[in-house]
């Protein structure tokens, strides 16, 4: 079992294998997008009905293929979930719908009853980058990144009512329990809704963000 954990790490190694020292270099085709007309998936469907139920405002995206494999399929660009999220790009419906639920039903609340300030605004390093995996090197066909398929959401910190903002930087081993407490809640309750999160505690590449994906795992660091 030990084994199989420790090669699971290694697969995942630098935000899933994203974010470490540099992106291998995989690139967007230089003239552009190809939009890819298929049918929608009827999974897909149903996510976007899931979305709509949830009062969740949301546009969705063209399928599109952005080459050297950063492809975006049954993707959405999230309006409104009821708190203000800063820099999300295209994201693929199934991510989009548990990061909804995370702020929504963990993150929320936690900032109310650990913090005592309602949460007011969630600041996002991003999610769509056409990117290859650290680890590769630096070799021309290092393995995708969750990021390069629009499937990953990295989360930075959050703003309160009451004017604090609470960064991953600053606050995952904060002198302040309340703050390492929220970090804790926060994201143990990522762990049972996303395939991977990877924090602090990972490796040194992730100080400052939580990385939250819907690609492999279950893996929780």
Not at 57 to 64: A, F, H, K, T, W
Request: aromatic share 8%.
């Amino acid at each position: 079992m030990r084994i199989g954990v420790m090669f699971l790490a290694l697969l995942l190694a630098g935000c899933a294998g994203d974010d470490n020292d540099r992106p291998a270099p995989i690139r967007e085709r230089r003239s552009g997008p190809i939009t890819l007309n298929r049918p929608t998936p009827r999974e897909t469907q149903q996510c976007f009905a899931d979305l709509s139920r949830e009062r969740v405002r949301y546009s969705p995206l063209p399928d599109r293929d952005f080459g050297s494999g950063c492809i975006v399929t049954g993707a959405v660009e999230l309006l409104d979930i009821g708190v203000p999220v800063t820099n999300l790009k295209s994201m693929r419906c199934p991510l989009a719908r548990t990061f909804t639920a995370w702020v929504r039903f963990a993150v929320a609340p936690a900032a109310k009853q650990i913090l005592g300030s309602e949460l007011v605004r969630v600041e996002s390093f991003g999610t769509y980058s056409c990117r290859g995996i650290i680890g590769g090197g630096g070799q021309s066909g290092a393995r995708m990144s969750e990021h390069g398929l629009g499937n990953a959401v990295d989360v930075g910190g959050f703003v309160l009512a009451d004017g604090r903002r609470i960064r991953v930087e600053t606050g995952w081993r904060s002198g302040d329990p309340a703050v390492r407490q929220f970090f804790e809640v926060i994201h143990n309750s990522a762990c049972k809704r996303f395939r991977t999160v990877l924090g602090p505690d990972y490796n040194a590449a992730h100080y400052n963000h939580l990385h939250l994906d819907m690609g492999r795992g279950p893996f929780c660091a």
